[in-house]
């Protein structure tokens, strides 16, 4: 079974959150990156009034983070009244060795002397790996990664705008009807704004992106029934548990269809 991480460090306190899930909760692209962040920030922070700013870094994965749909999710934080002010900066490609590996090197070395059997393994893992400063591990669960690629078409751009040209963002309610973009972190590079449409649609909150319960692909969960046979006590309570929903889910779905 395919197991996420999406790692989120804070950098006033030095804390990291590790959001988990799993394949039947979603997959890996830009609505489940959003979701994440939004995720954070409704656990970290409070809505305000008050002046308050939000810096992110990101690396430059274009699948997942260097996206409209990330850019709208940030743009929505701050008409959310979480910030006043928003700014989006991505590392320069090879450059971008940061705190998050770093992090993601401790997991790793401690899964190397771990046997990981079920999601609540990896859990415990999180929560362990670090002994100075211990990570959190924040379960995301399918109703929790939401359809913000629904979010980001109410937002126009300009049609010669690209995504990927840019290495720095700022959105503030000063100008809530422009976005700052900058195409490098050069300090004497001037601010270029662009125009952008936000239609009445962008105040809701998007719904989740699956309403109804996924369906593992058929050899993997074949796989697994094998892999189950030499489990023991919890870990085989766990698949015996997850095979028989997953019986189930496929059963009415094949109702359905007939």
Same mark, same amino acid.
């Given at each position: 079974?395919?197991?996420? #991480?999406? +790692? !989120?460090?804070? /950098?006033?306190?030095? *804390? $990291? %959150? ?84 770093? #992090?993601? +090197? !401790?997991?790793? /070395?401690?899964?190397? *002397? $771990? %046997? ?143």
């Amino acid at each position: 079974m395919s197991n996420y #991480n999406l +790692g !989120i460090s804070r /950098a006033n306190d030095k *804390k $990291t %959150t590790m959001h988990l899930w799993t394949e039947l909760d979603g997959g890996r692209g830009s609505n489940e990156i959003s979701s994440c962040l939004w995720k954070f920030v409704e656990t970290k922070y409070s809505r305000t009034q008050n002046p308050r700013r939000l810096v992110v870094w990101f690396d430059r994965c274009i699948g997942q983070n260097n996206k409209k749909i990330v850019l709208a999710t940030l743009i929505k934080l701050v008409r959310a009244s979480f910030f006043s002010s928003v700014e989006q900066k991505f590392f320069v490609t090879g450059h971008s060795f940061n705190v998050c590996d770093r #992090n993601f +090197g !401790i997991l790793e /070395a401690k899964m190397r *002397k $771990t %046997t990981l059997l079920t999601p609540s393994d990896i859990v415990n893992l999180v929560e362990d790996a670090a002994q100075d400063n211990p990570f959190t591990a924040q379960r995301i669960s399918q109703n929790d990664i939401l359809h913000f690629k629904d979010l980001s078409g109410h937002i126009k751009f300009p049609n010669n705008f690209h995504v990927t040209h840019h290495l720095r963002y700022q959105y503030s309610m000063e100008l809530p009807e422009n976005l700052g973009t900058w195409t490098s972190h050069c300090p004497t590079e001037p601010m270029h704004l662009i125009v952008l449409g936000i239609g009445i649609q962008f105040s809701q909150l998007p719904q989740p992106q699956n309403t109804r319960p996924l369906i593992m692909d058929r050899n993997k969960l074949a796989d697994l029934r094998k892999l189950a046979e030499f489990l023991f006590a919890e870990p085989l309570a766990f698949y015996t548990a997850l095979f028989e929903e997953q019986r189930e889910l496929r059963e009415d779905q094949e109702n359905e269809s007939v």
